[in-house]
């Protein structure tokens, strides 16, 4: 297998982007990545685009094909594919770029996540999203996906002694990292009591303990080593990345504590870097809803199980922490564009090991990011080292 | 002499239904709704009210304070979201119930808020232009809202009326301008019983870009800054969007305070910005400079200067808006469905 580096990332503003079309963001995502590359373009022999729902949200199919035309790549005939795993999209995305150049079948790659939201209203937001669950099992019975996490987190509270107070922490955390990322949707600092005050959106979760949903896009350009150390002194190499699943519906799971496809794809992923948890020194995490982070501390091996709490009480996760979590701001506040999230992870962790994260830099040499598709049925892991 | 407003009245049905009440129903939150909205109690139109006889109200209102001859008043024109016939004006109603003789330009306007702000322009510019002496410009609703939508804690009843001419105006129009745009914020499409609305794209987008575009402009174009105005009036959806649209332009909740009055009465819709004027009328002093910028989904924002003359000093002015706003009759949420005939009878 090839070593597979990070030589080119970019970002559009995550947020309400209405006067934005999906065409724009997605451009601005690919251009600043070609551009932190130094390609001009012609150089990308394939692409894979993460996106969950452009059918519903834009009643637009064929995103790849739209994508590359507009992005020029389609000119070159070069091949381009949509993966889909809910709000996992980015993360597979990676995942195939990653496995193309791994192969040695490409040299050089572009992965890309991006979703616009705001083109319908909250209620048709709220059944595509409840689409990522199981539509006959949980979502025609009247679950959302606020109502799925909520089940996780009582569960969580009654089997652990988590508390409301913990998960609002994880919150704040995010809401003050997220307040220094210049693309952060929420770059404003809240406090606990603002969320305990905040209303229920699916008791015990309020509105502050959940992701908004975003437009945004991002992009990231990946290569072989032999290429990478062409374009760049600081490549990041991709040490695994990793992909496993669970059973769709919260019912069928033995315990909705933990997050099975997160635990499988995590020792995969430790195995094949040849790592352990500590030796991980910066992670972006899936915060869908607050109880999704604490779950990932415990499921990624940071800490036991049922003792997620103690590293948000104890400021372990925070940026001056032994293992900051989320320093973009993570779903909560970077915002939650779906199908970019799992590549705007890896912007992120990438920014994070160049020492080029600006105001919420954190020292580390080896990250970690969790993508999570639904509730929980798809998870991608990926470990980077900087080279 | 420009034209001016020569007379006012307002009319606001004596029935409350509070914040608390609706939300208890649906399960929410009352402070949270509050405090979200700056909504407390909002008012409710009996079963024989609706927007032709707050229309007429009112009209004899102005008519009767401002001494006014009907059969001098020129045009009327009634700016509404509710009009009770879709087809079949409801300005022909108030001409022939304060008398206006048939010898008047007539029409309804339709601009989600804006269109009785509307009509103040169309009655200045005729009056100006010496077609007619005096023009009756009125904004009144009863606005819908389906139940359990964030809608129905805020939408309301209400109207004020105003008689335009250049014969003894007691606040001049120095200035007006409008902010139009296509920007679909907010809608009913024929037949709907209920408005539709994009959320939070009714914010920035919508209100906000308007209403301080508009303000801005008129204040560029007249060279004054917020610290010339004694009072500014600001369309009200709600208590929190004016208040901040205040903050944006540099206005203190002193210049805002006496107009807002949508915490107790609710949104009137076409009745919002211009009862909250006409409450600021109530107290304003010969002088006095006043702004006013309404907005109406579809979006725009009419914006204006007014001038108090000296004649304010004499013109009656009681009972005051807050006198109206302040007294009322609350009902409860079945009522409220009773009333709004949100019940369906049998057959």
Same mark, same amino acid.
């Given at each position: ?387 | ?158 109207? =004020?009326? !105003? ?6 105006? @007691?606040?001049?129009? #120095?200035? +007006?301008?409008?902010?139009? *745009? /296509? ?22 987008? =919508?209100? !906000? ?6 303000? @801005?402009?008129?204040? #560029?174009? +007249?060279?004054?800054?917020? *610290? /010339? ?38 949104? +009137?819709?076409?009745?919002? *910005? ?74």
């Amino acid at each position: 297998m090839e070593r597979v580096a990070i030589i080119g990332v970019g970002q559009s503003e995550f947020g309400e982007l209405w006067d934005k079309g999906f065409r724009e963001i997605v451009l601005k995502a690919g251009i600043d990545a070609l551009e932190d590359a130094g390609l001009e373009g012609k150089e990308i022999e394939a692409m894979y685009v993460g996106n969950m729902s452009g059918g519903r949200y834009l009643a637009q199919e064929h995103i790849a094909a739209l994508i590359a035309d507009y992005s020029g790549l389609s000119e070159m005939g070069v091949p381009s594919t949509r993966v889909e795993g809910a709000d996992a999209s980015g993360g597979l995305a990676l995942r195939q770029a990653y496995l193309s150049v791994a192969s040695g079948l490409h040299e050089i790659v572009i992965a890309a996540g991006a979703e616009k939201v705001t083109d319908v209203g909250s209620e048709m937001t709220t059944d595509i999203m409840a689409s990522s669950a199981d539509r006959e099992w949980e979502g025609f019975v009247g679950a959302t996906i606020p109502a799925l996490y909520a089940l996780m987190a009582r569960m969580h509270f009654t089997k652990y002694g988590t508390t409301p107070e913990d998960l609002a922490l994880i919150s704040v955390k995010n809401h003050r990292n997220g307040a220094l990322n210049p693309k952060a949707q929420f770059r404003r600092e809240i406090k606990v009591e603002d969320v305990l005050k905040s209303p229920f959106v699916a008791e015990p979760l309020r509105l502050l303990d959940c992701a908004p949903l975003s437009d945004g896009a991002a992009a990231i350009i990946l290569a072989n080593e032999k290429v990478a150390r062409e374009y760049t002194d600081s490549p990041v190499f991709i040490k695994a990345c990793t992909q496993a699943s669970d059973y769709l519906a919260l019912q069928n799971r033995e315990d909705i504590t933990t997050m099975r496809a997160v635990k499988i794809a995590a020792d995969m992923a430790y195995d094949q870097a040849g790592l352990k948890p500590e030796d991980i020194d910066v992670v972006e995490l899936h915060d869908s809803f607050t109880i999704a982070e604490l779950i990932a501390y415990e499921d990624l091996g940071f800490v036991e199980k049922g003792r997620g709490a103690e590293l948000i009480r104890e400021g372990i996760t925070s940026l001056d922490g032994s293992l900051p979590a989320n320093p973009s701001g993570g779903l909560k506040a970077c915002g939650h564009a779906i199908g970019a999230t799992g590549i705007r992870q890896a912007v992120e962790i990438t920014y994070q090991l160049r020492g080029k994260a600006g105001k919420r830099q954190v020292e580390a040499e080896m990250g970690l990011s969790l993508n999570i598709g639904g509730t929980g049925a798809t998870a991608v892991i990926t470990i980077y080292e900087i080279g | 002499m420009k034209a001016g407003i020569v007379s006012y009245g307002t009319y606001i049905p004596r029935l409350r239904v509070s914040v608390d009440e609706i939300a208890k129903v649906w399960g929410e939150s009352p402070d949270n709704v509050k405090v979200g909205l700056g909504v407390y109690r909002k008012s409710v139109p009996d079963l024989d009210e609706d927007t032709a006889t707050i229309s007429v109200e009112a009209a004899r209102e102005a008519i009767e304070r401002g001494k006014i001859d009907p059969e001098r008043i020129g045009a009327i024109f009634v700016g509404s979201e509710s009009h009770p016939y879709v087809v079949k004006p409801t300005a022909t109603i108030v001409g022939d119930a304060i008398g206006c003789g048939n010898s008047f330009h007539a029409a309804d306007f339709e601009f989600a808020c804006k269109a009785g702000t509307a009509g103040i322009q169309v009655c200045m510019g005729m009056v100006e232009s010496g077609m007619i002496e005096f023009g009756l410009a009125i904004g009144a609703d009863t606005s819908q809202s389906a139940p359990g939508d964030p809608l129905e804690y805020s939408a309301s009843a209400g109207g =004020a009326a !105003f008689v335009v001419g250049k014969k003894g105006v @007691i606040a001049e129009i #120095e200035e +007006t301008l409008s902010f139009t *745009s /296509d920007t679909p914020d907010f809608w009913r499409r024929e037949g709907q019983p209920y408005p539709s609305h994009g959320g939070r794209f009714t914010g920035i987008p =919508a209100y !906000f870009r308007h209403v301080t575009s508009a303000a @801005i402009q008129i204040m #560029e174009k +007249t060279g004054y800054k917020p *610290s /010339d105005f004694d009072y500014a009036v600001f369309h009200q959806p709600n208590g929190k969007f004016p208040i901040r649209a205040a903050r944006i332009l540099g206005f203190t909740k002193e210049q805002i305070n006496q107009g807002l009055v949508v915490g107790y009465i609710g949104n +009137t819709y076409s009745g919002s *910005s211009i009862i909250g004027f006409s409450a600021i009328l109530d107290i304003a002093k010969p002088g006095d400079k006043i702004l006013l910028v309404s907005f109406g989904s579809g979006a725009g924002s009419d914006a204006f200067i007014f001038n108090v003359t000296d004649l304010m000093e004499d013109y009656p002015r009681v009972p005051t808006v807050w006198d109206k706003i302040n007294g009322g009759i609350t009902v409860d949420y079945s009522t409220y469905l009773k009333l709004r005939k949100k019940i369906r009878l049998k057959g």
